[in-house]
């Protein structure tokens, strides 16, 4: 059975950094191609996409909100996905989300909460 669970939100000041920790269970990031994603909700507002990446090839994918802020990369040996967060505002306060697709089903984790406030 496919399991994501997030970790490492917290509460953070604008202009610092997290880390988002996703890790992942019922799957192998080594054995096919799987597509991994970063979303995020926040208040008010619907889920939306922030950072794409495969478990085989580079080239990540970033929406614009957080491109050059916010890395997405994985470690195989651990079956975890990560998503490095710097230069936080107040703007990236939502709860977080990894994603991924498997049997051509989707995934999500319960979140993790980041709230970016001074």
């Known amino acids: 059975q496919v399991q994501l669970v997030e970790s490492g939100g917290g509460l953070a000041q604008p202009g610092g950094a997290l880390t988002l920790s996703c890790a992942a269970s019922g799957f192998s990031f080594t054995t096919r191609n799987y597509h991994l994603r970063w979303y995020r909700q926040r208040p008010g507002k619907e889920r939306e996409f922030i950072a794409f990446?495969?478990?085989?090839?580079?080239?990540?994918y970033y929406v614009d909100d957080v491109k050059g802020r916010f890395t997405i990369s994985r470690d195989d040996a651990k079956n975890t996905l990560y998503l490095q967060m710097n230069s936080l505002q107040p703007e990236d306060t939502a709860r977080y989300y990894c994603?991924?697709?498997?049997?051509?089903?989707?995934?999500y984790g319960p979140g993790t909460q980041v709230t970016v406030s001074s």
């Open positions: 990446i495969m478990t085989k090839g580079s080239n990540p």
């Open positions: 994603n991924a697709v498997v049997n051509e089903r989707d995934y």
